[in-house]
C-alpha cells in the first residue's frame, strides 16, 4: 500500500508500530501492533497481516484468562511428545492442521485439547493408547 492519506485530516500517514492495549474479562495485554498511523489525529489503517497480530494478541490472552494452553505451551508439549503437527492433530485432535493454527495462535485451543495435552504432558505413555485406537480405526 502506498503511503495513505489521513481520512479525518488530509495529512500523510506513516508506517509504523504503534502500543495497543486490549481487555478481556478484566485481564489487558499490551503489544506493538503495525499499522498506518497518523501523526495529526488517532486514525489509523491496518491490513490482513497488522489485524492477525491483534488476533493472536487476543487468542494468547483469552487462553491465560480462560485457563487454556498458551501458543508456546502446545508447541512444547507436542515437541515432548515428539509428534509432528500433523500427527498432533491426527491423534489428539483438531484435523491436519490444528496444531499449526494452535501453535501459530489463529485459533485458541479448545478445553477438550487442553486437557488432553495436559494429561499426556503429565503421562506420555497415554499417547500409546491413542496410537492404538488410530491404528484400530484405519484398519476397520
Not at 479525518?8 to 509504523?16: C, I, K, L, Q
Not at 489503517?45 to 494452553?69: M, N, P, W, Y
Amino acid at each position: 500500500m502506498a503511503n495513505p492519506i489521513c481520512p479525518e485530516t488530509g495529512a500523510p500517514m506513516v508506517r509504523d508500530l504503534r502500543p495497543m492495549t486490549i481487555t478481556y474479562r478484566g485481564a489487558s495485554v499490551t503489544f506493538d501492533m503495525p499499522g498506518w498511523y497518523c501523526d495529526a489525529s488517532e486514525e489509523s489503517i491496518h491490513d490482513r497481516s497488522d489485524l492477525k497480530v491483534s488476533d493472536r494478541a487476543l487468542t494468547e490472552l483469552k487462553a491465560k484468562v480462560e485457563g487454556r494452553l498458551t501458543p508456546k505451551d502446545v508447541k512444547r508439549i507436542r515437541k515432548r511428545l515428539k509428534l509432528s503437527q500433523k500427527d498432533a492433530g491426527r491423534l489428539i485432535g483438531g484435523g491436519p492442521n490444528a496444531f499449526q493454527k494452535y501453535e501459530s495462535g489463529d485459533i485458541l485451543v479448545s478445553h477438550a485439547i487442553t486437557s488432553a495435552l495436559l494429561l499426556l504432558d503429565r503421562d506420555p505413555t497415554g499417547l500409546e493408547v491413542l496410537e492404538e485406537r488410530n491404528k484400530e480405526q484405519h484398519a476397520a
